[in-house]
């Protein structure tokens, strides 16, 4: 019995004097790495774009099927940079880091344009939030990326009175 509790207290003590993560050092990396990525996206540079995202990195953009793995970001990227007048910009409003400091959130809005093939410029606004997921090497790497629009969809036509039972 007695060894137990010297095991039991050596292990207390181990798990003590775990290294605890500088949640606010992270947190300043990870906003560091958010903008170098914007600035990737703003200078339409497909590869720098994605070389932030982790290899299994996923992408759910709005209207498309989920994005699995660098190649496939990476072709997305390169399609959508290429768009006449494409311009994402995006502003974080909240960084979390976990306590054991190894994934970490952002949440944020964007404006995305475009030029239309009639001249005429398409304006979206939306929210977005990033999974970020540090690395071995110590860098900060997107592991989840998804986003959505505020701006509402077309009207549709106005419903039909349901207030009668089926069948009359």
Not at 26 to 43: C, H, K, N, V
Request: with cysteine; net charge negative; charged share 20%.
């Amino acid at each position: 019995m007695k060894r137990i509790l010297v095991l039991m207290a050596i292990a207390f003590a181990i798990s003590g004097c775990a290294k605890k993560a500088d949640v606010e050092a992270e947190r300043a990396a990870i906003l560091e790495t958010d903008s170098q990525w914007g600035a990737a996206l703003t200078a339409k540079d497909p590869e720098a774009y994605t070389s932030f995202f982790a290899a299994d990195a996923i992408v759910m953009p709005p209207h498309l099927p989920i994005l699995v793995g660098a190649d496939a970001i990476r072709a997305w990227a390169t399609e959508s940079m290429a768009f006449p007048g494409f311009a994402v910009t995006w502003t974080t409003a909240s960084t979390e880091v976990a306590g054991s400091g190894d994934m970490g959130y952002t949440l944020g809005t964007f404006v995305f344009q475009m030029s239309m093939p009639d001249g005429s410029t398409i304006t979206d606004n939306g929210k977005f939030t990033t999974i970020w997921r540090k690395q071995a090497d110590g860098t900060w790497k997107v592991a989840v990326d998804t986003f959505n629009s505020d701006v509402p969809m077309m009207e549709m036509p106005a419903a039909s009175d349901t207030t009668a039972a089926p069948g009359q």
